[in-house]
């Protein structure tokens, strides 16, 4: 899949897991406790990416909510 960078740019992304019109899942490794500054902040750079693949899908796909 391809994501428009804010500067016009593309990268090539690959969905972990995408449910067409239910939901897609991205997956990270930390190596972090749950209770960590870094945990929350490799959920939330997986929250974003994932984001932005919902976004570059195709409207025929249906977007998940």
Do not use: C, H
């Not at 960078?5 to 939901?23: H, M």
């Not at 990270?28 to 870094?38: A, H, N, R």
């Amino acid at each position: 899949m391809d994501i428009q960078n804010p500067d016009g740019s593309e990268n090539r992304g690959i969905i972990d897991l995408y449910k067409r019109g239910a939901f897609v899942l991205e997956a990270k490794q930390t190596g972090k406790g749950l209770e960590t500054k870094g945990w929350d902040k490799a959920m939330q750079a997986a929250y974003n990416q994932a984001d932005q693949y919902v976004r570059a899908l195709p409207a025929k796909e249906g977007r998940p909510a």
